[in-house]
């Protein structure tokens, strides 16, 4: 019997110990690094895009609610209306000065991608303070809604809220409607198309018609194509369909053809 017990612990003593060797600790580590990565990834997403989202959307509601609040009424010693005569007037389409970079002037909304798709403008479409902040950038010196030429905007397709998304939804005929303090102004989508990041001619008064003078009201979005792609933008484009003051309501384009 002792000399049982005697070899058994001179065999546990004899037993190789487990290494932990250094490659295997870096094998740990990278798989760990992995996991987290990976985390972030679909935080980034999902999780972290529906709360933006949410947040961008509730602001842009907000900043519209504001501009629908009524007006003062005018006193009585304010100037008579104009008498209306038998020539109708022709419409006229406000335009807003440029705004400065970083200013919030409008909200945009697209019935296609649903009731609660609404996001602000901001004024340039520089990535940290505008676009990674959930904002639909607008290019500088393209022209402001409602004008002649072309006004033109950028927004991420994910991350940030992902804005546009859905850009590739868009049907032709589409309402996408840009709302300020002066009303609600309506283009309707016509077309998308692909390009090079290097083919800035989309940003022209008459999108790729370099040297035309414009003579119509376009808007165009622009956005990464694919979402990971920055070598590619996808471009939708519209035309210029009317304007709907503050004063008449909301236009009847924000509830044609919306996706719950």
Known sequence: ?????????????????????????????????????????????????????????????????????????????????????????????PVLAQPAHGEQFGVMFVPRFGT?????????????DILDLGEIGHYADTAMPGQVGNTVYAAHRWTSGQPFDPIDKLVVGD????????????????????????????????????????NGRYLTLTSCAPKLNMLERIIAYAVFDEFTPTADGPPAALTEGVTV
Do not use: N
């Open 116 to 128: 609660d798709w609404k996001f602000t403008i901001a004024a340039g479409t520089t990535r940290k």
């Open 175 to 214: 309402a996408i409607v840009v709302q300020t303090a002066e009303g609600w102004y309506t283009y309707r989508f016509r077309t998308l198309e692909y390009v090079q990041d290097t083919q800035v001619d989309v940003l022209l008064p008459v999108p790729q018609q370099a040297g035309v003078e414009a």
């Open 1 to 93: 019997m002792g000399d049982r017990e005697h070899t058994s612990r001179r065999e546990r003593r004899e037993r190789p110990r487990r290494r932990v060797s250094v490659l295997g600790v870096i094998g740990e580590l990278l798989i760990t690094v992995g996991v987290v990565a990976l985390l972030f990834v679909a935080w980034q997403m999902w999780i972290g895009d529906v709360i933006i989202g949410g947040q961008k959307h509730a602001e842009a509601d907000a900043l519209s609610q504001s501009w629908m609040m009524p007006a003062a009424t005018p006193s009585e010693s304010a100037s008579p209306a104009p008498v209306p005569t038998d020539a109708p007037a022709e419409a006229v389409v």
